[in-house]
């Protein structure tokens, strides 16, 4: 009877399927570069340079290469609420670093999100050569393995790397089945 119960509670081993998970990077990839025109043009040279043309306005920020992008979700138009009455979601999008073939991207949930749950953090790494886009930090957690033994010490998921690039797909899908998207030169510099 033992033996019986062991293998009914025994969870079968977790196996990564690399071919979807890279699907779901590339698709990332074309999404981001959907929503952010600019993030295909404003790609550095090996030499620090940036290749492509810069937006007019963008000059200012070839210094510390920090761009910004915000968007709303769910909202009325004006920016003040939804249609069910609540705040929309303000998504800010941060260009963290820009090399030759990577780009570093921070996504951020600013405001709107519930107040019993963290906004999500997600740190993206868009490696233009290979056109595809992977995420590389999770609320301030990175290397996260892409299997792992349930229980952990991390508390992580068997699949945590998988559910957190499915995440950015639909957060990213959302953006763009509002029809939102930022133009090459609707960005904000900091310096």
């Known amino acids: 009877m033992t033996a ?28 981001l570069l959907t929503l952010i025109p600019a993030l295909e043009s404003d790609r550095k040279d090996g030499s620090g340079r940036l290749v492509g043309k810069p937006a007019a306005d963008s000059q200012n920020c070839e210094q510390d290469d920090k761009k910004e992008w915000e968007f709303l979700i769910g909202s009325d138009g004006q920016g003040t609420q939804n249609h069910a009455g609540r705040p929309p979601i303000r998504i800010k999008v941060t260009l963290l670093e820009a090399f030759a073939y990577t780009s570093t991207l921070q996504i951020q949930v600013q405001s709107g999100f519930p107040a019993w749950s963290p906004a999500p953090v997600i740190v993206v790494r868009m490696y233009h050569d290979a056109s595809t886009a992977e995420p590389i ?12 033994t349930v229980p952990n010490a991390g508390m992580y998921h068997q699949d945590e790397k998988r559910q957190i690039n499915e995440f950015l797909a639909e957060w990213l899908r959302l953006c763009l089945s509002l029809g939102i998207s930022a133009r090459t030169a609707d960005f904000l510099c900091i310096g």
């Open 4 to 31: 019986l119960l062991d293998k009914v509670i025994e969870r079968p081993r977790y196996r990564v399927n690399l071919a979807d998970y890279m699907r779901t990077c590339d698709q990332n990839y074309i999404r």
């Open 137 to 148: 930090s999770y609320q301030g957690h990175r290397q996260i393995p892409a299997r792992c």
